[in-house]
């Protein structure tokens, strides 16, 4: 698989899809998700701790990939996200009400495999659309 293909790929069913089988196939042992705190969440058992978060809330959770493009070993993704909050999450009662954002994912590779990942979301417009905050 190309970079692209690999970083599609994990954006699409290991996020979108929770199938927590392709962190160990698809990063490297270290990976650094730093969209968690300053220095980020380290390791293949914390990117699933962290993907088991993002669906402990969201139910249909949906990345589609709008754009895609890569230089050496860095992929950028603009993804439109889509799911539904059917369960307690980020201390918020259920609305089941869905939302509709945009993200920007940046990855690093090592060889064929994600070692480091960024997100840009727009956390507060998936909040005000969810009913949390006005």
Not at 26 to 48: E, F, M, N, Q, S
Not at 84 to 98: D, I, L, V
Not at 113 to 121: N, S
Request: overall charge negative; some cysteine.
């Amino acid at each position: 698989m190309d970079a692209i293909t690999v970083c599609k790929q994990a954006q699409t069913e290991m996020f979108g899809n929770a199938r927590l089988e392709l962190v160990d196939e698809l990063t490297t042992p270290d990976v650094i998700d730093h969209g968690h705190g300053p220095d980020g969440t380290r390791g293949r058992d914390a990117l699933k701790d962290t993907i088991r978060w993002i669906h402990s809330g969201l139910d249909d959770l949906v990345y589609e990939v709008k754009d895609a493009f890569g230089s050496n070993d860095r992929v950028v993704m603009r993804c439109a996200v889509k799911g539904t909050n059917t369960r307690e999450w980020m201390g918020h009662q259920p609305t089941g009400k869905s939302f509709l954002v945009e993200h920007i994912h940046i990855y690093r590779l090592e060889g064929n495999r994600i070692a480091e990942h960024w997100g840009v979301r727009d956390d507060l417009g998936m909040l005000r659309q969810l009913g949390h905050v006005g």
